[in-house]
């Protein structure tokens, strides 16, 4: 079952993953920002169970 909110989450948690991703490719990665970013990522993630 795919509704706007979940299609919503989706995308969210897709743009959290490429944050991640870039910031972890930075020549000096700002690990408290990471750590920030998995923290969204994860409650999107639980949100997209839950729902």
Do not use: C, Y
Not at 25 to 43: C, E, F, T, V
């Amino acid at each position: 079952m795919h509704t706007a909110h979940f299609s919503a989450l989706t995308a969210k948690h897709a743009v959290l993953d490429q944050r991640i991703a870039s910031e972890s490719q930075r020549p000096n990665p700002d690990s408290m920002l990471i750590a920030q970013l998995k923290k969204q990522k994860l409650r999107v993630k639980e949100e997209m169970a839950a729902g």
